[in-house]
């Protein structure tokens, strides 16, 4: 069978192909040491569970020298492991562990600010000019407006105001304005020595991590670096200078935007951009209208998938394939099961016959999928938590995750109970990887031989064809072909998350069904003018076309 990712102009390393990611917040995923809070050997210890689920790289939240004012995002020292996920060698442990079994890591890069108790940070704030004096930006008084940017004043012996990009504790680093405004000299033009230091000083944090094993980076609020930035022009030039550096020196080394355009991020070098539910209602429209407070009641609207057959496919298609044409020849799309920033995991409100119906969609789709950790077995939100390190409303996503009931806390930690990070999960029947990893029909084990499927046929790679053959606004099913690009493969996908059957006669190309992949056997059958679905409720079904 024909490879259809042989283009040699492709813009991306050839194993994102049929690649599969893992996102892992480090706090609570496995605690080795026993104090209550996950760490790096807890991780290299759980490789083999991640390498039968079929997963090809890690993205770690940030698990460096930090306060822990926001989670990690708030960093104190670039080139140090914190040390309550142990050093940098148990880090350099993992890099070779996990690529031992065919995995790769990625860590989180966060260059638009540091900690308020960085060393650079500090030495900007002080009074006399010195090396760091314009690595952050400062307006000229303390008393002077900040321009629409929310600035902090009175904290520092420096006549001026920091500005941040979110919390107190996290100042912005110059990296210039793209246009400075007459009579403000303390915003800087992107090529003032400040910015340009800057620029420097992260592709140092880089070079010193890929040295040191790393795949690449996930990089934190990648689009909103350069102020005042129309179209995010100047940005994006930044962007592909850092691509052509590593394109000279770290050819393999893979970059994942957190910027939500990909007709932005991808012209501007990056290999990946993630669908995020700040940034596009489409996304948020599949399964998470509910809101933060969890109501999934329709107050919000109702999310496609959703039993009550009362979905719209058409608000994430028609936003997905503007995204799709232009992403063709630059780069890839994830779209994530979940992630850090979320306040509802996909589990919210659903159960296994839902679960199914999504992940369908989400390993069948074009681009890279990511996994945020513990959707693969179901793992639900917390409610009623208070924030943990700046989580707020998302703390309640973040909980440890579950690994065996008959042990202490779930299998994640032997500490005590009011000794961990956040607790686990209250609800004795949560599902675990215990309960589900010997039960052939778990959702676990359905998401592994999803996984497989994927990585098993070309027409499911992450550049492979993408066609919607039924997608009516207020309709079900959704159905969609995937195919290579030389025709050598067809693959229909047709999906169904109402309580109601539904059947649908689809146009296409007619061809004979060659296999049942998923589903049913009888659940799409050929004409001549394409083929005629029956769906019964909540069911999802995948065919070869031969």
């Given amino acids: 069978m024909s490879d259809p990712t042989a283009p040699t102009s492709r813009p991306y390393p050839a194993w994102l192909e049929d690649a599969v990611f893992y996102e892992i917040y480090p706090q609570t995923f496995y605690d080795a040491n026993g104090d209550g809070i996950g760490d790096l050997p807890g991780i290299s210890a759980k490789l083999d569970y991640l390498q039968s689920l079929g997963v090809d790289a890690l993205w770690l939240n940030p698990c460096f020298v930090s306060p822990f004012e926001d989670a990690g995002y708030d960093v104190s020292d670039y080139y140090q492991v914190a040390p309550r996920y142990g050093t940098n060698a148990d880090l350099e442990a993992l890099f070779a562990e996990a690529r031992g079994r065919g995995i790769r890591v990625f860590l989180d890069l966060v260059p638009g600010h540091t900690s308020w108790q960085h060393p650079w940070f500090k030495a900007s704030a002080r009074h006399e000019r010195n090396e760091y004096s314009d690595w952050f930006i400062w307006t000229d008084r303390v008393w002077a407006p900040a321009e629409g940017m929310r600035a902090i004043t009175g904290l520092s012996e420096r006549d001026g105001g920091f500005i941040i990009n979110f919390f107190a504790c996290q100042p912005a680093l110059n990296y210039g304005f793209a246009n400075p405004e007459p009579g403000h000299p303390w915003q800087q033009p992107v090529d003032a020595p400040g910015p340009r230091a800057v620029r420097q000083a992260m592709k140092d944090v880089m070079r010193f991590w890929l040295d040191r094993g790393a795949a690449g980076f996930r990089v934190d609020m990648a689009?909103?670096?350069v102020k005042q930035d129309p179209g995010r022009r100047e940005t994006a030039r930044l962007w592909r200078e850092m691509r052509a550096w590593l394109d000279a020196e770290y050819p393999d080394a893979v970059l994942i935007a957190e910027?939500?355009?990909p007709s932005e991020s991808l012209p501007a070098g990056f290999h990946m951009d993630f669908l995020l539910h700040f940034a596009q209602a489409g996304y948020t429209s599949l399964f998470r209208k509910g809101g933060d407070d969890g109501q999934w009641d329709g107050r919000y609207g109702w999310s496609f998938f959703?039993?009550?057959?009362?979905?719209n496919i058409r608000e994430f298609l028609d936003e997905y394939l503007r995204d799709y044409a232009t992403a063709q020849g630059r780069g890839l799309i994830c779209i994530p099961s979940g992630n850090h920033d979320m306040g509802q995991r996909l589990a919210e409100g659903r159960e296994t016959a839902d679960l199914l119906c999504a992940w369908v969609f989400l390993l069948t789709m074009p681009g890279v999928p990511f996994i945020y950790y513990g959707d693969e077995i179901g793992m639900r939100t917390v409610h009623g938590l208070p924030s943990k390190e700046g989580g707020y409303q998302r703390t309640g996503a973040r909980t440890p995750m579950q690994w065996d009931n008959a042990l202490p806390n779930a299998g994640f930690s032997t500490a005590a109970a009011d000794a961990l990070y956040l607790p686990i999960h209250p609800d004795a029947a949560r599902p675990t990887v215990a309960d589900q990893i010997n039960d052939r029909g778990s959702l676990l084990n359905r998401v592994r031989s999803l996984i497989a499927l994927r990585k098993?046929?070309?027409a499911l790679a992450a550049s492979a064809e993408f066609r919607p053959l039924y997608a009516e606004a207020g309709k079900l099913p959704f159905v969609y072909e995937r195919r290579t690009h030389d025709g050598s493969e067809r693959i229909l996908v047709a999906l169904?998350?109402?309580?109601?059957a539904v059947t649908a006669d689809v146009p296409g190309e007619p061809g004979p069904l060659a296999e049942t992949l998923y589903g049913a056997d009888a659940a799409i059958t050929a004409h001549d003018r394409g083929w005629?679905?029956?769906?019964?409720?909540?069911?999802a079904a995948i065919y070869?076309?031969?």
Avoid at 306 to 311: K, Y
Avoid at 496 to 500: E, G, I, Y
Avoid at 532 to 539: D, E, G, I, K, T
């Fill in 223 to 225: 689009g909103s670096l």
């Fill in 259 to 261: 910027w939500g355009k």
């Fill in 306 to 311: 959703d039993r009550s057959g009362h979905g």
């Fill in 456 to 458: 098993a046929h070309p």
């Fill in 496 to 500: 169904n998350p109402s309580a109601a």
């Fill in 532 to 539: 005629q679905v029956h769906l019964p409720a909540v069911s």
């Fill in 544 to 546: 070869r076309v031969a």
